[in-house]
């Protein structure tokens, strides 16, 4: 029988067509578990492992074994659980700079999915939840092969359910609730967009043309991994270009803290001056410091020591 993009016959190809379609409702079937016990579970790997077994289709055509791999007992440890660390990685750090430019959007509150960014859960909360994010996707498919016509009547139900979830996750404000208030970002509009538009259209525009693009579940697994890597670049291009100004600004305030502030506006700087002037008559002529202006510099204390006079400028 033919080979499809898999390297399967026709018979795992309406297989895969199937198994595609998980993909929109395998959230509403974890993010429960976050809800009903919020320090048992690492809710990004939760979500991202529900997914990590359709993102091999990205990889269609190219003849690496990632497929049916990624849907078996043993993807679960070598595909999905180390792609959902390197993702959850990513999120992460993304997380701040990518919320600060998403609109509030009213009930879902998407700012404050910032906070995410300083969250670092204990490593066996996030391997456990991984695979258990990945194995519900599994479950689900399995599901919908042995009894078909439950795969449209879930899709509806997952839709309604990660529809009515994310709004009360917003209006409870339960992202600040368990992880605080986002980390202050500054918003660069301009760049972000313009970053996220400049990685996300090329490969969007490619897309068509790569192995497998007529599977409609390859195809849309690849736009959504252009879109995220459009965001996850975009959120670092912001945050580069954040941490050069702080940079830079700390360099300057450097540079200033060297010249010593005129003490002379206080009563103290005057008391110094006046003792240094007293002081200053010992001093050979060519010192510099027998006038009556202000002598007060860096190194005013060492001169004080060495006139012996220190005492008196404390």
Aim: overall charge positive.
């Amino acid at each position: 029988m033919p080979a499809d993009a898999h390297g399967g016959n026709a018979r795992q190809r309406v297989r895969t067509r199937r198994i595609g379609r998980a993909t929109r409702r395998v959230s509403s079937a974890v993010l429960p578990l976050k809800l009903w016990q919020p320090r048992w579970f690492d809710g990004v790997a939760l979500v991202v492992g529900s997914t990590a077994p359709d993102l091999a289709y990205v990889l269609d055509g190219s003849g690496l074994p990632v497929w049916p791999f990624s849907h078996q007992v043993l993807g679960l440890v070598g595909w999905c659980l180390p792609l959902t660390l390197v993702l959850g990685w990513l999120i992460r750090r993304a997380a701040p700079a990518l919320a600060v430019h998403l609109p509030q959007a009213g009930p879902f509150a998407l700012r404050d999915y910032g906070a995410l960014g300083g969250v670092r859960h204990r490593w066996p909360l996030t391997v456990v939840s991984a695979p258990l994010g990945a194995a519900s996707h599994l479950l689900l498919d399995q599901l919908e092969l042995r009894v078909p016509w439950t795969e449209y009547a879930m899709h509806v139900v997952g839709a309604v359910v990660l529809l009515v979830l994310a709004i009360r996750i917003g209006r409870r404000r339960l992202i600040r609730r368990w992880h605080g208030a986002p980390p202050p970002r500054s918003r660069r509009p301009g760049l972000f967009w313009g970053v996220a538009g400049a990685v996300a259209l090329p490969l969007i525009a490619v897309t068509p043309f790569l192995p497998g693009a007529s599977l409609y579940h390859t195809t849309g697994a690849r736009l959504l991994c252009a879109v995220g890597a459009g965001l996850l670049i975009a959120s670092g291009a912001v945050t580069a270009a954040s941490r050069r100004r702080r940079l830079v600004l700390a360099g300057s305030s450097r540079r200033s803290a060297t010249v010593a502030p005129h003490p002379c506006s206080t009563q103290r700087g005057c008391r110094r001056r006046a003792a240094l002037s007293v002081a200053a008559s010992d001093l050979p002529t060519d010192s510099g410091w027998g006038s009556s202006q202000c002598t007060h510099l860096p190194q005013t204390d060492r001169y004080a020591e060495w006139l012996g006079i220190k005492e008196v400028l404390r």
